[in-house]
């Protein structure tokens, strides 16, 4: 299975700064054959499901705001939210679909 | 709109039996793979298992084979996992999740349904 470990478990940043969160595969999630990283990022505020932000490593999904960047290649990756607003505190997931079964990062927690 | 609507959890006693149902709308069931992902309370999220669109594959977390079952019903837009010989730490909050046309990407999740598993 493919672990993916998550840095920093949690981090405080203050409303306008940057916050950067880490993912680290224990293996290659880059697919060859159609050169495609094959991991994405979801946002999980309290009481509420996940919802995707980045797939593809770095393809923001619709409607995602655009201070919300994503990536990396191969086994490293990274989230950045270039402004942090109050609405993005919540749990933020790394989550490889590249081999079966999909894995999850133990998620971070930005607070502010 | 995509909407999708877990149903069917509640307590249950180690060892029993429980079927989760989704009913999915909005989007033509017949053309997406499902899953089923986990939350244990205060916990992250747990892949535990999906199907292909047809229904003609099927993918499990080790810590469940052999004890859930995944499987869909397209004239009725519903998913459902089967979970027998419960334990304790299955004792989660289950999303019922749709994967984007002709991917395994997730990209829309239920509501959750909570199973508790408890004498």
């Known amino acids: 299975d493919i672990v993916m470990t998550q840095s920093p478990d949690s981090l405080a940043v203050s409303l306008g700064e940057r916050a950067t969160i880490n993912c680290k595969s224990s293996?290659?999630?880059?697919?060859?054959?159609?050169?495609?990283?094959?991991l994405a990022w979801y946002q999980q505020k309290p009481g509420q499901p996940p919802k995707l932000l980045i797939y593809w490593a770095s393809t923001r999904e619709s409607g995602v705001p655009d201070r919300f960047s994503g990536s990396g290649s191969g086994t490293d990756f990274t989230l950045t939210i270039s402004s942090l607003q109050a609405e993005d505190v919540a749990v933020y997931y790394c989550?490889?679909?590249?081999?079966?079964?999909?894995?999850f990062g133990q998620g971070t927690k930005v607070e502010v | 709109e995509v909407q999708l609507v877990e149903s069917g959890g509640g307590l249950v006693q180690p060892g029993g039996s429980l079927r989760l149902s989704c009913a999915a709308s909005g989007f033509t069931f017949s053309n997406y793979w499902m899953h089923w992902v986990r939350q244990a309370p205060g916990k992250g999220l747990v892949w535990v298992s999906r199907?292909?669109?047809?229904?003609?594959?099927?993918g499990y977390v080790d810590s469940v084979k052999g004890r859930f079952t995944i499987s869909r019903d397209s004239a009725k837009n519903t998913l459902y996992l089967q979970m027998n010989s419960l334990r304790a730490e299955d004792t989660a909050v289950y999303y019922c999740?749709?994967?984007?046309?002709?991917?395994?990407?997730?990209?829309?999740w239920g509501q959750g349904t909570l199973v508790t598993v408890s004498s």
């Open positions: 999740a749709r994967a984007r046309e002709g991917l395994v990407l997730i990209d829309y």
């Open positions: 199907i292909k669109s047809d229904g003609s594959s099927t």
């Open positions: 989550h490889q679909y590249y081999s079966p079964p999909q894995t």
């Open positions: 293996q290659n999630v880059l697919y060859r054959s159609d050169n495609k990283n094959y």
